[in-house]
């Protein structure tokens, strides 16, 4: 007699928990066959000002955290990743509809992923920051820090290592981060929640939502306390109206990838979410 | 009983599962050598722990022809983030047996359990994460887009810091890509050995890491050996002078991290009780046995009674004896000959007119002691203000102005280290700015950590530990590679011996 599984319920992730969405939406989430996964909770506004809320209090405690720590929990969630291989090999084949070959190679793609970007953490400020020779007697020292919170679009087709690709980067340096999953395929987002949430990542670092880029994008883009927006995955959107309701704050636009499935690792992405601060001192025996 | 007084402490040893003696670790596994064996004791108490190998010039041979075979096979054509994942495991592992390595280390070292638990160790597993981190991003390093491992690197590390200058040493090597032959000190091989075990635990392609105990002929045999690429020494600036003379006229690379006699500076707008601190932490940490260790102490004038009778009382407090006592201040001097040394140099001290002092504190009878020491009046002639005594004894002068203050801290053939105390931010940076030295700690005193370079100016040896700045010395870049087989091909290749 086959045993009869248990099926899981998909909820949001923020601050730490798992909430349905407030508006007590869901919407079905089928694979590339047209059969049925399971119903995704459906963010509404509200959903992601509170995941911003979540985000912006995690910040203090993430960024003040040394960079050996930081890079030691995004080391851990590797770890974590590796020893649930073998769900995560299935979720993507069931969202994506590729071989178990193509899918195991997408989650050891993104388990290394972590790995890469867990080593920046210490190494990343000392590369892009340094002193400066100013003529005059002043020591003048540039340090790269992080620049808040940064909400994000994830890339739709990739929906394990395209979202691995936008948020790894985003949090090495001690930010914390909104993120819309892949639309179609917002399973695997779902259960990288749950790593995220057993690797001693302080709660609201990370905060997933799922549901419609569409209707929640325009919200963060215009949120004043967002600041900065990746919409590496908005290409399929109006990401121009999006870039146009960030400028009221400010907010640092990454525009959309036309390659968004084959983001690269790149240190690139890592600063493009820091601001550079530079400190003078003088230098003086008396 | 006193209120000073503490209820004995000890941390257990039970943790430990040592075997009766160990082999050399030569490709993978732990193999007889054929120089003969020795044992390695306790310094606290004189007891035997384990007998450990000498290996001969045979079996150093053997040990470079592992690491040459490992390097040419599957450690190079390993990808960088396997290498790195290798040294993720390593750190993790150290992790895991952080405890068990503490007690080690404070057994066969006399350090206090208590810096070997919350410094050495903790930093080693540091030091393999953060260069793990490095293996696959060396384009990053600075030396150019496509950086190359320069091949076998021979190691020769002291017996201050025994587990974290392995660390210090194999964590860079590997992430840069070569293989390792590394002799740790005559009197503390255990933890070497305990590390190795790590090896076979994280599963480490054999030859790899290769570690070869025995005492200076060991070393000698290493370094000269025509098989190695790359030498690096951590030790006396004399063995250093040997070395590079050794591969004088070689294409060996060379990297020396040698002695120091750091000045630590106090100005009269220092906060007193915090440099009382850092002055104590920079002359009995780990005994004194800390090549970048503050020995000595320029004061200024105006403040001198008062620093050194803070000074004074907080020495009173210092609680030297068992190193396995987690109350334990300051642990034993490390070996007989050292604690020879040290007094003899405390000898010439007094005979040289300095005034010299140490808190009343009882000994324990067997194992190697010195109790902490000052000496103030203390001139810039005097054999104790030049030479590294490499021992809890603090030499005290005086100086008068910054100027002053400079000219006698550079005063000295090392350049290793240096502190600085002041509440005034512009006068750090300019004194800073001035000093000979590679490291300077303002308001602090001997820190340490990854991602910070660490190494000498002038006779403290040359080449920088730690950072990006410490890949440097196991990477060439393409075009110093092209420079280097120019030369060999205009160079008569063979080494002179000296």
């Known amino acids: 007699m086959t045993r009869l599984a248990v099926a899981k319920t998909y909820k949001l992730f923020i601050g730490g928990a798992f909430p349905r969405s407030e508006s007590g939406r869901t919407y079905p989430v089928a694979s590339p066959g047209g059969d049925f996964l399971a119903n995704a909770a459906k963010a509404s506004r509200k959903d992601a000002r509170d995941a911003v809320v979540a985000a912006r209090g995690a910040v203090p405690g993430w960024s003040g955290a040394t960079a050996y720590n930081r890079g030691q929990i995004l080391y851990r969630v590797a770890e974590m990743l590796e020893g649930r291989r073998a769900q995560f090999v299935e979720e993507v084949r069931a969202a994506r509809g590729v071989s178990a070959q193509q899918a195991g190679d997408t989650v050891d793609a993104s388990i290394d992923r972590w790995v890469w970007y867990a080593g920046w953490a210490d190494k990343y400020a000392q590369v892009v920051g340094g002193s400066n020779p100013v003529a005059g007697p002043y020591f003048n020292l540039s340090v790269p820090e992080p620049t808040g919170v940064v909400a994000i679009v994830a890339p739709q087709e990739s929906p394990l290592l395209g979202l691995v690709n936008v948020v790894a980067p985003a949090i090495v340096s001690g930010n914390a981060v909104v993120v819309i999953a892949s639309e179609r395929h917002p399973l695997p987002a779902m259960s990288l929640a749950e790593v995220i949430a057993t690797s001693d990542m302080p709660k609201g670092v990370v905060n997933v939502l799922t549901g419609s880029a569409a209707e929640i994008a325009p919200w963060l883009a215009s949120h004043a306390d967002v600041d900065g927006i990746d919409l590496t995955g908005a290409g399929a959107l109006d990401w121009v109206d999006l870039e146009i309701a960030a400028v009221d704050t400010l907010t640092r636009v990454m525009r959309p990838s036309p390659l968004e499935d084959a983001v690269a690792p790149s240190l690139e992405r890592i600063v493009s979410w820091t601001e550079v601060k530079t400190v003078w001192h003088t230098r003086s025996l008396r | ?498």
């Open chain 2, 1 to 498: 009983m006193t209120f000073l007084d503490y209820a004995p402490a000890p941390e257990s040893t039970a943790i430990l599962d040592l075997k009766s003696e160990y082999g050399l670790f030569i490709d993978g596994e732990f193999v007889d050598g054929d120089g003969g064996s020795f044992a390695t004791i306790s310094p606290a108490t004189e007891k035997h722990i384990t007998t450990v190998q000498s290996a001969s010039a045979a079996d150093v041979d053997r040990a470079v022809a592992a690491a040459r075979r490992a390097f040419e096979g599957p450690w190079s054509r390993l990808s960088g983030s396997d290498r790195g994942k290798y040294l993720f495991r390593i750190a993790r592992l150290v992790q895991e047996r952080a405890r068990e390595l503490a007690v080690a280390e404070s057994l066969d070292n006399g350090k206090p359990i208590r810096e070997s638990r919350d410094v050495d160790v903790p930093l080693v597993a540091a030091w393999f994460f953060y260069y793990a981190g490095w293996a696959d991003k060396l384009e990053h390093a600075g030396v150019g887009s496509a950086p190359r491992p320069l091949g076998v690197a021979g190691q020769v590390i002291p017996w201050n810091f025994p587990l974290l200058m392995l660390a210090w040493k194999i964590a860079p090597a590997l992430a840069a890509g070569n293989a390792v032959v590394l002799k740790p000190a005559e009197t503390t091989p255990l933890t070497a050995l305990l590390f190795a075990e790590i090896l076979q635990q994280a599963d480490f392609p054999p030859g790899v890491v290769n570690i070869v105990t025995g005492a200076g002929d060991t070393g000698s045999a290493l370094v000269t050996h025509p098989g190695v690429d790359k030498v690096a020494f951590t030790g006396s600036t004399a063995v250093g002078r040997a070395i590079a003379k050794q591969v004088a006229g070689s294409s060996k690379r060379l990297t020396l991290e040698l002695g120091g006699k750091a000045a630590n500076i106090v100005f009269d707008d220092a906060p007193v009780d915090q440099a009382v601190e850092g002055i104590v932490n920079g002359i009995f940490f780990n005994q004194g046995h800390v090549c970048c260790a503050g020995s000595r102490l320029l004061v200024q004038e105006s403040v001198h009674d008062e620093v050194i009778e803070k000074l004074k009382r907080r020495m009173a407090t210092l609680r030297v004896g068992d190193p396995l006592d987690k109350n334990t201040d300051i642990g034993a001097i490390n070996s007989a000959a050292q604690l020879e040394r040290i007094r003899a140099l405390s000898a010439i001290g007094e005979q040289e007119g300095a005034e010299r002092w140490s808190p009343a504190c009882d000994l324990p009878e067997n194992g190697f002691w010195f109790a902490p020491t000052i000496f103030t009046g203390v001139d810039t002639s005097h054999r104790i203000a030049r030479d590294e005594i490499f021992g809890p004894v603090l030499s005290v002068l005086t100086f008068r102005t910054p100027a002053e203050a400079i000219s006698k801290a550079n005063n000295t053939p090392y350049g290793l280290s240096a502190g600085i105390w002041s509440d005034k931010g512009s006068k750090i940076l300019a004194v800073a700015n001035e000093l000979r030295a590679g490291v300077v700690w303002a308001n602090t005193f001997n820190r340490f950590d990854p991602a910070s370079p660490f190494g000498g100016y002038k006779e403290s040896g040359y080449g920088r530990e730690g950072g990006r700045h410490g890949l440097a010395a196991y990477l060439a870049s393409t075009a110093g590679a092209a420079v280097v087989q120019t030369e060999q091909a205009t160079k008569p290749k063979k080494g002179r011996t000296t």
